[in-house]
Nanobody, 127 residues
Framework: QVQLVESGGGLVQAGASLRLSCRVS????????MAWFRQAPGKEREFVAS???????????SYADSVKGRFTISRDNTKNTLHLQMNSLKPEDTAVYYC?????????????????WGQGTQVTVSS
């Protein structure tokens, strides 16, 4: 099994920045695809960003159009942690943000293709 624990959410004003973290533990050798999703009230869970983990290499960063240029996905190998740096936050970014992992080679953009999920962290952006 793989355990994912998110942190770093909070309440900020529009234009501010936040950095989310996802600590990964367990059978991490089985993971290739890592991703961030978000879910706003009354909406479906949507893809935000993804990255491939192959050994100590991380590549293949991909982003949803709505966050491209503002969000950056990255990995800290020393702490086995996935990050999401979020800049220029907008009220429409308000959601619960989830970290997800999958053994699939090419990171999927559909939530139902991920096997492991964290508990989520709330991000609220006020106008």
């Amino acid at each position: 099994q793989v355990q994912l624990v998110e942190s770093g959410g909070g309440l900020v004003q529009a234009g501010a920045s936040l950095r989310l973290s996802c600590r990964v533990s367990g059978r991490t050798f089985s993971i290739i695809a890592m991703a961030w999703f978000r879910q706003a009230p009354g909406k479906e869970r949507e893809f935000v960003a993804s990255q491939r983990w192959i050994g100590i290499i991380s590549d293949g960063n991909s982003y949803a159009d709505s966050v491209k240029g503002r969000f950056t996905i990255s990995r800290d190998n020393t702490k086995n942690t996935l990050h999401l740096q979020m800049n220029s936050l907008k009220p429409e970014d308000t959601a619960v943000y989830y970290c997800a992992a999958s053994p699939k080679t090419n990171p999927p953009v559909r939530a139902n293709e991920y096997d492991f999920w964290g508990q989520g962290t709330q991000v609220t952006v006020s106008s």
